[in-house]
Structures are given as structure tokens and as C-alpha cells.
């Protein structure tokens, strides 16, 4: 899977490891890794050249849109925040590598 957003439905995490992970169903955080690639991309502009240069606000986008997609735990909202922000990071950092070497 590869960058997808899962459109008109929300994707239930029903547990979430020490670590902040979404694990439960067994595919969780494949499509939630998936769906904050697909978010970077359609969310961020690519001119934007270190993913400390995002702005706060754009940041926030993001997260209301994961939020719009995933159901999670009572009480995990802030763990699985900061796994996601770290998601997008990632996830930005390859984006731009992509663009730079012309894939």
C-alpha cells in the first residue's frame, strides 16, 4: 500500500501499543502510516524545503484530517499525535527526496 487516504470511512484503532502505535486490527498502522504520506502530499506545498519550516497551522491540518479517518482509543489522542506528527515528518523527508533526485 501506498499512500492511500481511506475516503468515506473511518478506520477504528481499537488498541494502541506503549510505544503510541496503532496495532489493533493487525493492518492499523499500515494504513495509518499510508494515510499521513497521502495527507504530506496533498496537504504540503513542495517548496517548503525542511519539515521545520512547516507551519504550525499546516501541522494541524494534517492531524484534523487523520482524525477525520481514524477513530483511536479514549485518552491515546496525544500519544498517537506526536507518533503522527513524526510519521509526517518522515514521510515529508521522502517526498522531498523523491523531488530532488527526479522520481
Known sequence: MR?????GQ???????????????????YSHFASAIGA?????LDCSIQHWNDVPASEKTKIWK????????PPDSEELIKKL???QAAKSFRGW?????TGC
Open 3 to 7: 499512500n492511500k487516504f481511506p475516503k
Open 10 to 28: 473511518t478506520i477504528v484503532v481499537e488498541e494502541v501499543s506503549p510505544i503510541s502505535e496503532p496495532i489493533q486490527p493487525d493492518d492499523v
Open 39 to 43: 495527507v504530506v502530499w496533498d496537504i
Open 65 to 72: 484530517k487523520m482524525m477525520g479517518a481514524f477513530s483511536f
Open 84 to 86: 503522527a506528527m513524526k
Open 96 to 100: 522531498r527526496s523523491q523531488l530532488n
